[in-house]
């Protein structure tokens, strides 16, 4: 994964599960792990971060993306899952998923699915956190399981 992509403000950070941190308490794997977070921070709304793959092969059969969000609060901000897919030159970005506050302070369970139509080349999975009005709260990930067997 690559934390610098072109026109985002910041980056997520790899955090260790703690009460004192600003993130979630406990991490998904293990209670005592790590997660990535979107710390907000300091930040003005709209201020986006992207966390990219490093070029998924491609899988004719379509893939599944599962993997475990916490956004704390309403406003706080939204986090937005993308597949960037190239055709020649040309790299588009689609929109697969998206979910913004007010999650009750709990880890909730995404699953994603990915037609072939979208793997028949490779690609590459793009998380982004964008801040909201109320930068108290944050945004986290955990638990990233992407299987190329077939859709979900
Ligand atoms: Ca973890």
Redesign the pocket.
Known sequence: MKNKVYGDHFDWVIEK?TSSGGGPPT????GI???LLLKTYGKRNGQKASYVSKGISRSDNGACLSFYYFINEQRVGKLTVSILSKSGWVSTAKILWSNTGNQSGNWKFAKVSLPKSLTSQSYDIMFTGTVGTDNSGSVAI??ITLKNTGVC
Request: aromatic share 10%; proline share 0%.
């Open positions: 599960a991490d998904v794997t293990s792990g790590h997660y955990d638990d």
